[in-house]
């Protein structure tokens, strides 16, 4: 597909009467089962054990797959559970050391750099069509280690993975400087150089993508990689790092790192031999990153952090389709995702139609264990956000926010959320300021143009917006005045491979994806030569 509509591949309608089912494409890994429908959402009787074998569990580093320096081990838990899935290789300050030796001799002395950029491509385009081959396997271990519905691992974010490596293997062979003119008797060419060794720090929520928004890029730059995975999601970064190395990738050319952020994290951003820093997660330790990057080489950091993202409705929308797409802004990944359409400002001509509506949408919201069809919403990634979620729900509740549905847990194993809706919130709430990365739903009120532009744009944030009417002008107003580094009109998360994202203030800086992300991991050298009695200047 040219372009990937995460909405659209979710959604087969934008009916707010029916609930949003997810549709199984081929073979799948589900073993059957029955689904419930709870007051508020559902959850599966009983587990359903995904027919995928964890394999790889050691750190890559130099092409093997190897034990950490110390033997320790950490345990990735199951999100529905909080069962242990397996034990992971525990990477240490010792393993970044290891990995970065690894990676800087691929760079100065191995074949990657200096590969033709078409036989590097050529390796990319063969690792994605096996992601596609494994697609299953990579979908259940997302699924299994992440906690998000299986159908939106299989159907959606393994295609966007195989889309997004094939993309970056079509600009392998398209970087190019250019031959500049200028004063006197020279001739002037700029070079598009491999930055290096490139240190990249990936998230939980949607660890495969990330993956791909960062490893995509530094691969057709030719560069060489160390990648630090999220201590809760592991699993899919070795069992992709396996494939590439099936593709033909060089060793040392990808090596990965499991461990936690105050450790290998650290390591990795404050290593004297890493030449480029890209992090994503949140702002405060992006903060902390940047910090340690300056201190150390003053290496170049690319950051992609937090979001409060206003959804803005407008009185002339369509009120049926504007209640679906907010609550897909909202609710999608179980409300774990940094350009959420978190802050719901509704014109108050239609605020109550929309708070109902919204509601009785929430309320056929289906969640349960994500392995089974039909399930829209699985747990929480683990009992640490689980309890930050409902911190800020007991948060609104005693600010007086209006609960209108949800707002406490489902059974009492794993860290399943009620899909939680606030009405009649103020921007001064917790609520309405702070990153909750969770499933609650935060409505608010307005009554004109110029003040909605205002309020949305009074956060520390800047990643993205939603803005939703039937008035062209109001549109284009809206989204040049609104301070964020993508603007969604009529829709929201449309996630295609060329499209650039980041974000404005404290959510970030650099883009990723689309031709924008290249220059994060590409040197520019200026090569001036004198000519001696040119023909021509």
Known sequence: MAARRVSSLLSRSLSASS????????????????????????????????SVQVSHTQLLINGNFVDSASGKTFPTLDPRTGEVIAHVAEGDAEDINRAVKA???????????????YERSRVMLRFADLVEKHSEELASLETWDNGKPYQQSKTVE???????????????DKIHGLTVPADGNYHVQTLHEPIGV?????????????????????????????LKTAEQTPLTAFYAGKLLLEAGLPPGVLNIVSGFGATAGAALASHMDVDKL???????TGKVILGLAANSNLKPVTLELGGKSPFIVFEDADIDKAVELAHFA???????CCCAGSRTFVHEKVYDEFVEKSKARALKRVVGDPFRKGIEQGPQIDSKQFEKVMKYIRSGVESNATLECGGDQIGDKGYFIQPTVFSNVKDDMLIAQDEIFGPVQSILKFSDVDEVIK????????LAAGVFTKSLDTANRVSRALK??????????????????????????????????????????????????????
């Open 484 to 537: 964020a580094g993508t603007v969604w009109v009529n829709c929201f998360d449309v996630f295609d491979a060329a499209i650039p994202f980041g974000g404005y203030k404290m959510s970030g800086n650099g883009r990723e994806k689309g031709i924008y992300s290249l220059s994060n991991y590409l040197q520019i050298k200026a090569v001036v030569t004198a000519l001696n009695k040119p023909a021509w200047i």
């Open 278 to 284: 890209a992090f994503t997660g949140s702002t405060d």
């Open 455 to 462: 309020r949305a744009n009074e956060t520390r944030y800047g």
């Open 198 to 226: 490139a240190g990249q720090i990936i998230p939980w929520n949607f660890p495969l993508l990330m993956f791909a928004w960062k490893v995509g890029p530094a691969l057709a730059c030719g560069n060489t990689i160390v």
């Open 19 to 50: 609930p949003l089912l997810f549709r199984s494409q081929g073979r799948n890994c589900y073993n059957g089962g029955i689904l419930r429908r709870f007051g508020t959402s559902s959850a599966a009787e009983e587990i359903i054990n995904p």
């Open 158 to 172: 393994i295609p966007m993975f195989a889309r997004l490596f094939r993309y970056y293997a079509g600009w392998a």
């Open 330 to 336: 909202l609710f999608f990944n179980q409300g774990q």
């Open 103 to 117: 990676a800087r001799k691929a760079f100065d002395e191995g074949p990657w750099p200096k590969m033709s950029a």
